[in-house]
């Protein structure tokens, strides 16, 4: 658990007991978010001793919830059944402050949780930079929050503010930082920048996994990459919510001249904290400027369609939207008799390709329905290729893929396989 110390390092519990708090406003399904919520609070080392949940038309300004519902949770947590209570909204500082005096114990929200959850996954520099700037940027405007109720408290998610003598000078600490790293995080972004245009003058395409979060995108890389008998370049895949944080890319390359850079980049969640998406703004611009989308769904999901509809929304935002797309349906080995998690048949409304990334089936597909998209208008074609002309020999051998190659008293004639941008630079060539 995250520990915001006065200077703003970050101290660790291993471990808490939370009561989770979610409102119904009549906009979505609380129950579900809040089966998700206990999920993110699992991954950050918590365990949920009991769930509230409170239909109103709207929060209150004070304490979020209704003073009946302040009063039920400080009974549960008097009675020793938690040390935290998260809740499902993104809280103001006041509420925090006043929540906090209520109810005795730790209050957070589901923005904090999820910032916990990175900052302990977060292993680049560049990562951990993203991390602490969008908790910074959250903490900023709720400094009277932290100043007054948590700073009485122990250790924990987000506990312990600066206290309010000292809120003017942690504004300015605070705002220094941010610009810091800000301007660290640019030069990491040129650098980057940088890397894609010498990719792209090599016209190597690119390949990015999106989707929601566990839903099986570095298990995917991982097999596309067994494929090539290449394990030991494997990345770190796990049964867990935001178990990959920092963008990682890896060659593919199942043929001469047909291969692409994949790039396993960060879940999506539902409720996705604004500030941590524009922190991580240079590593979901891998998706953004990406020639082609892999979006990963998990079958086995309830909630199949909402978790499409929410990657889909976050695309749109990092200006991925309308982009090319493959829908690869994943664990598919958790289908029984081929029916989805409700009992019915699994049909889903969108074409997609259906695998399973642990058992490998469907993998093969996979990998050339991504070669169809990138490279479906190749040609095998037959060259002429004068003698004079060897810069055009090396360059079809460099881009195609070679059957036969023959030298007669024209020129070289060669046999090859391009993809049709290849093509169209050697047409004059062709024999036909």
């Known amino acids: 658990m995250i520990d915001f110390t006065e200077n703003n390092e970050v101290k660790r519990e291993d471990h808490f007991t939370a009561i989770l708090v979610g409102a119904d406003l009549g906009r979505e399904d609380t129950e579900r ?65 006043n929540l906090e005096e209520a109810l005795g114990v730790r209050v957070i929200d589901r923005t904090i949780l999820i910032l916990d959850i990175f900052a302990r996954r977060a292993s680049s520099k560049e990562g951990k930079l993203q991390v602490e700037l969008a908790q910074l940027q959250y903490r900023m405007p709720r400094l009277l929050g932290f100043g007054r109720a948590l700073s009485r408290l122990g ?16 504004r300015r600490h605070i705002q220094a930082r941010i610009d810091d790293i800000r301007a660290e995080l640019a030069r990491a972004e040129k650098t980057a920048a940088l890397k894609s245009k010498q990719r792209h003058k090599n016209e190597i395409p690119t390949v990015a996994l999106v989707g929601y979060t566990n839903a099986g995108k570095s298990a995917i890389m991982n097999r596309l990459l067994g494929l090539e008998g290449r394990d030991e370049k494997e990345v770190f895949s796990e049964n867990m919510l935001f178990a990959t944080l920092d963008a990682e890319q890896r060659s593919i390359t199942p043929e001469k001249g047909r291969g692409f850079i ?29 020639d082609l989308l892999v979006h990963v769904v998990d079958v086995s999901a309830p909630d199949m369609e909402r978790c499409m509809d929410v990657t889909e929304q976050v695309l749109k ?68 290729i004068p003698y004079a002309r060897g810069d055009v020999l090396s360059y079809v051998c460099e881009k195609g893929v070679v059957s036969s190659m023959e030298h007669t008293a024209e020129g070289t004639v060669v046999c090859v396989q391009l993809a049709g941008k290849d093509y169209d630079r050697v047409a004059a060539y062709d024999t036909l």
């Open 155 to 170: 250790g924990g998610i987000g506990t312990r503010g600066p206290g309010e003598k000292k809120l003017e000078t942690d």
């Open 33 to 97: 978010s809040l089966a998700e919520l206990e999920a993110l609070a699992e991954a950050a080392g918590g365990e949920t001793a009991g769930i509230v949940m409170q239909k109103m038309e709207r929060p209150r300004p004070a304490t979020y919830i209704g003073k009946g519902k302040v009063e039920e949770v400080a009974q549960m947590c008097a009675a020793g059944m938690a040390d935290t209570v998260i809740f499902d909204d993104e809280l103001t500082g006041a509420q925090i402050r």
């Open 262 to 290: 994949l790039s396993d980049t960060v879940g999506f969640v539902s409720k996705l904290p604004h500030d941590l998406i524009k922190a991580f703004h240079a590593t979901l611009e891998e998706a953004a400027q990406a």
């Open 317 to 384: 935002e990092i200006g991925a939207g309308g982009k090319q797309t493959l829908i690869a349906y994943n664990k598919a080995d958790l289908l029984v008799d081929g029916l989805g998690p409700d009992g019915e048949p699994f049909l889903p409304a969108r074409a997609g390709l259906l695998l399973s990334a642990k058992t490998g089936d469907g993998a093969e597909e996979l990998l050339e329905a991504i070669l169809k998209q990138l490279y479906g208008d190749s040609r095998t074609v037959t060259l002429r």
